[in-house]
C-alpha cells in the first residue's frame, strides 16, 4: 500500500509545479503547457467553490454504493475543456462523470438524473438538448457552457467556460482534496442502462492512471516526491494522440498515464469524425509516440490511410487498442506498413481498471485473445468460491486489491461485482476467462453478450474475431436471436470493406478455420454502416433489432 493517497487533482499540480513550461496538450491552434493549464484549472475550481459545490459527506460514513459529494457532467467532445473541467472538479471536491455525448434526450435524462447532477459541463452545440431537459431536473443548478462553431447562444443561467478560468480564489479558501475523494464513470450501456461506477481517486490512480507503470521496470509511485522525479527524468518524453473520446474510461487513463509522466497529448482538430489523413499529418508534424484505438473500427481507417499515403511515421513506437477487438488481419498489416511498431493490446473495464496486456511485433507469434495478467489479475471460479489455479480452466475474469467501491446508488449490484472470497475483495465485472497452464489468461468475453445455443454458451467476441478473419470485412458485431431449433442462434451483423463482398458459405469457411462448427453463425446479415459507441465499443441492443429483421438472400 502507498505510503500517499493520491488524488487526481494533485498529481495534476505536482507535474504542473515540477514542468512548468513543458506542453501537455496541442490542439488546433493551442499549446498549452502544464502552467497555464493549471492556472485556468483553478479558476474553474474556485467557481465551483464560489457556488457552494464540494463535497458534503466525508467517504468513512458512507456506504460503497453512496456519494457524499457533488457530482458534474462533462457532456463534451474532446479538447482542453475536458481535461480542464475534469481536473477543476476534483480540485473542488466536486465528482465529475462521463455524459455519452451520442445519447438522445431520454437517455440523457436518465443519465443526469440517476447521477443527480448539480453541474453541467456542456458543449454550446448540445445546448438545445440541455434546455429541453433541464426543467426535469431540479437539483441541475449550474450550467457552463463551451463555445465552439455551432452558433448557438449561451442559454439562460448559464456561465461562459471560458469566464470561469480566471475566476479569483473565493473568500473562504479552498477544500483540500482527498485521495478519498470520487473518480465516477459510467458504463456504456449496450447492454443495458449505464451504471455510475464509484472509484477511490487513489485506488483509481494506482490501477489504471499511472500510479503503478505497468511496462517493464516500473516501480508504483508511493509519494508526490516520486511522481515529481518521475516527472523530471522522462519529461516530454512521452506523448499520445487521442483519437477515442474522453468521455471513455480508457481514454481518461490513457491521459494520466502522460500526465505522470510529464507527457503531452495531441488532438485531432476534427473531434466528431475520424479523419485517418488529418490524424496521421496530425502524428507527422508533432512526432508522437503513441496512438490508442478501440478496435478495427479505428486501426483499419488508419492502416488503410497508412498503406495508400506517403507519411513519416518514424516518431510512432506504439499502437494500444483497448475496449473492442483489433483483428489479426489488420494487425498483421500495420506491423506490415510499420515493421517498427509495437502494438500492445489491453484488457480492463469501468469496474476493474487495468487487468492484462499483450504486446505484438513483426514476426512474433501471438496468440489470439491471450494475455499476460498484472499481478493482482486472474481467474475465479464460476461459483465465486475460491481463485483458481493455472490450468484449471474456465472462470470469471477478476481483480483485487485497487478495486471500485460500488455502484452509484445500487447496493445489490454492488455486492453482486464487487464480492468478498476467503477475505479478499474482488472486482468480477463478468468476462469469462480461461486459466491457462502457463499463468497466461484466454479471454472468452463479456457474459452479458453470451448467446446460448443448444445448450452451450458462445461468446460474441470469439465469433467475432472469427468472422473478421475474412478480408472483405469491414466490421462485424455477433448477436443472438430466438430460434424454435436452437432457443437462440448466432447471427452475424457484417459491413463489407469498400468495394468488396463475400456470400455466406465464404464466410462460414472463413470462421470454421477458427471456431468449432457449433458458433459459426446461423445467418449473415449486411449492412451499410456497424453502429457503434462514440468509444468504438459495439452496440449490441442495435446489433439486437437488426439481427430480429427479415434476411435477405445472398
Known amino acids: 500500500m502507498s505510503a500517499t493517497c493520491f488524488d487526481l487533482s494533485t498529481v495534476f499540480r505536482t507535474v504542473a509545479t515540477t514542468l512548468p513550461d513543458h506542453k501537455v496538450m496541442v490542439w488546433r491552434d493551442k499549446r498549452l503547457t502544464y502552467a497555464e493549464m493549471d492556472a485556468r484549472i483553478d479558476g474553474i475550481a474556485h467557481y465551483l467553490v464560489s457556488k457552494g459545490l464540494g463535497c458534503h459527506t466525508e467517504r468513512d460514513q458512507l456506504e460503497g454504493h453512496q456519494s457524499g459529494q457533488d457530482h458534474m457532467g462533462l457532456y463534451l467532445r474532446n479538447g482542453n475543456e475536458y481535461l480542464e473541467a475534469m481536473v477543476a472538479g476534483y480540485r473542488a471536491r ?16 436518465y443519465l443526469l438524473a440517476d447521477a443527480k447532477a448539480r453541474v453541467l459541463v456542456y458543449a454550446a452545440e448540445f445546448a438545445p438538448h440541455v434546455q429541453s431537459i433541464r426543467g426535469r431536473l431540479p437539483e441541475l443548478e449550474v450550467l457552463i457552457q ?44 449496450t447492454t443495458g442502462m449505464p451504471k455510475g461506477v464509484l472509484w477511490r481517486q487513489h485506488d483509481i490512480f494506482m490501477s489504471a492512471m499511472g500510479g503503478r507503470p505497468f511496462m517493464a521496470g516500473g516501480e508504483p509511485l508511493n509519494s508526490y516526491d516520486d511522481l515529481a ?12 494522440l487521442l483519437i477515442p473520446p474522453l468521455m471513455h474510461g480508457a481514454a481518461q487513463w490513457g491521459v494520466f498515464n502522460t500526465i505522470s509522466t510529464g507527457g503531452w497529448i495531441a488532438l485531432p482538430d476534427d473531434v466528431k469524425r475520424l479523419d485517418a489523413a488529418a490524424v496521421l499529418r496530425l502524428a507527422e508534424r508533432e512526432r508522437v509516440l503513441g496512438i490508442p484505438v478501440v478496435g478495427d473500427a479505428m486501426a483499419r481507417p488508419l492502416v488503410d490511410e497508412i498503406e495508400k499515403g ?27 506498413a510499420l515493421p517498427n511498431l509495437l502494438i500492445m493490446d489491453a484488457v480492463g473495464a ?183 459507441s462514440p468509444a468504438g465499443k459495439a452496440d449490441y441492443r442495435w446489433a439486437q433489432a437488426v439481427a430480429a429483421q427479415p434476411i435477405a438472400s445472398n
Open 229 to 240: 522525479a518521475q516527472a523530471r527524468a522522462q519529461g516530454g518524453f512521452r506523448s499520445m
Open 350 to 532: 469501468s469496474e476493474s481498471g487495468a487487468q492484462m496486456t499483450t504486446v505484438a511485433t513483426k514476426g512474433a507469434d501471438v496468440k489470439t485473445a491471450t494475455f499476460t495478467p498484472l499481478a493482482d489479475t486472474t481467474v475465479v471460479s464460476t461459483d465465486f468460491t475460491h481463485a483458481l489455479r493455472p490450468g484449471d480452466g474456465v472462470g470469471w475474469l477478476a481483480r483485487r486489491e485497487f478495486v471500485p467501491l460500488g455502484y452509484l446508488g445500487d447496493a445489490e449490484k454492488t455486492a453482486r461485482t464487487f464480492p468478498t472470497i476467503d477475505g479478499v475483495r474482488w472486482s468480477i465485472p463478468g468476462d469469462k476467462a480461461r486459466l491457462l497452464d502457463d499463468g497466461s489468461i484466454e479471454l472468452l468475453g463479456r457474459d452479458s453478450v453470451t448467446i446460448n445455443s443448444g445448450g452451450e454458451k458462445i461468446f460474441a467476441e470469439e465469433v467475432e474475431r472469427a468472422v473478421a478473419s475474412h478480408p472483405a470485412i469491414y466490421d462485424v458485431v455477433v448477436t443472438g436471436r430466438p430460434s424454435e431449433r436452437w432457443g437462440s442462434e448466432v447471427v452475424a451483423v457484417v459491413q463489407f470493406a469498400q468495394g468488396k463482398t463475400a456470400t455466406d458459405e465464404e464466410l462460414e469457411a472463413a470462421c470454421r478455420a477458427h471456431i468449432a462448427d457449433y458458433k459459426v453463425p446461423k445467418a449473415f446479415v449486411r449492412t451499410d454502416h456497424i453502429v457503434r
Open 146 to 189: 463551451v463555445a465552439d462553431d455551432s452558433g448557438n447562444e449561451l442559454l439562460p443561467d448559464a456561465v461562459d467556460f471560458e469566464s470561469i478560468t480566471t475566476t479569483p480564489e473565493p473568500a473562504g479558501g479552498m477544500p483540500t482534496p482527498s485521495g478519498d475523494d470520487l473518480y465516477i464513470l459510467y458504463t456504456g450501456g
Open 94 to 109: 466536486v465528482a465529475p462523470f462521463n455524459v455519452n455525448y451520442r445519447y438522445v434526450e431520454e437517455e440523457l435524462l
Open 310 to 336: 506517403d507519411y513519416d511515421l518514424s516518431g510512432l513506437m506504439a499502437l494500444t487498442n483497448g475496449g473492442a477487438t483489433l483483428s489479426p488481419t489488420i494487425r498483421g498489416r500495420l506491423l506490415a
